[in-house]
């Protein structure tokens, strides 16, 4: 599978930026889709996820308010909002699918994309 992000970029706090990512899988509507984020010397952490209908969503703490994940099957992209980003939202921003199609934070992810550089300046 292939995953690409787009929709990065750099923006002030307080800002919004709005995430994408198309997957090239045949089975994407069978799939939970998830994002994820590094930020520089730090491990890679959980964001966000939905699952295979778009019904379910997780967050992870730090985001809940503020991001947003959705899906749009028909076009195989999943999205994710940011909004009011903090400078600690810094982060290169990967999108990984979750073949079980449960979507929970600590599912089998694979298929990682490139990822998309968020920068929050502050």
């Known amino acids: 599978v292939q995953l690409v992000e787009s929709g990065g970029g750099l923006v002030q706090a307080g800002g919004s930026l709005r995430l994408s990512c198309t997957s090239s899988?045949?089975?994407?509507?069978?799939?939970?889709m998830g994002w994820f984020r590094r930020a520089p010397g730090k491990e890679r952490e959980f964001v966000a996820s939905?699952?295979?209908?778009?019904?379910?969503?997780n967050y992870a703490d730090s985001v809940k308010g503020r991001f947003t994940i959705s899906r749009d099957n028909p076009k195989n992209t999943v999205y994710l909002q940011m909004n009011n980003l903090k400078p600690d939202d810094t982060a290169v921003y990967y999108c990984?699918?979750?073949?079980?199609?449960?979507?929970?934070?600590?599912?089998?992810?694979?298929?990682w994309g490139q990822g998309a550089q968020v920068t929050v300046s502050s």
């Open positions: 939905v699952d295979f209908i778009g019904t379910k969503t």
């Open positions: 990984a699918r979750d073949r079980t199609g449960g979507g929970f934070p600590g599912a089998p992810y694979d298929g």
């Open positions: 899988s045949s089975a994407f509507n069978s799939e939970a």
